[in-house]
């Protein structure tokens, strides 16, 4: 069974950098294609970005593509969602999903219970 686990929550200022991280036990990312999630304060949960298990293929939503990057280092099983400068409406809840066998795009309209894997998730504050 695998197990996700998000890192680098916490209190950012804005225009800060902000990097999260989910790291996976008990079983090997590479065969999966990886998802990052958000849920703001008071609203549902958004899909943000994924990544093909290989890396050579993203899929994003639409109003955080080239604001935030999606990598994957299958060596660390270790997914990264980053933003060079964080904004106060990225606070949220970040969770990290895993779908065997599924292209990116599959990701953003996926039920929450056809995920393989979910992390806790991780608690992001960015102030102003």
């Known amino acids: 069974q695998v197990q996700l686990q998000e890192s680098g929550g916490g209190l950012v200022q804005a225009g800060e950098p902000l990097r999260l991280s989910c790291a996976a036990s008990?079983?090997?990312?590479?065969?999966?294609?990886m998802a990052w999630f958000r849920q703001a304060p008071g609203k549902g949960r958004e899909f943000v970005a994924a990544?093909?298990?290989?890396?050579?293929?993203?899929y994003w939503r639409d109003s955080l593509k080239g604001r935030f990057s999606i990598s994957r280092d299958n060596a660390k099983n270790t997914v990264y969602l980053q933003t060079d400068r964080a904004q106060v409406d990225d606070t949220a809840v970040y969770y990290c999903?895993?779908?065997?066998?599924?292209?990116?795009?599959?990701?953003?309209?996926?039920?929450?219970?056809?995920?393989?894997?979910w992390g806790p998730g991780t608690r992001v504050t960015v102030s102003s």
């Open positions: 999903a895993a779908k065997k066998y599924r292209a990116p795009q599959d990701m953003a309209d996926m039920p929450p219970g056809d995920v393989d894997w």
């Open positions: 008990g079983g090997s990312l590479s065969i999966y294609t």
């Open positions: 990544i093909s298990w290989s890396g050579d293929s993203e």
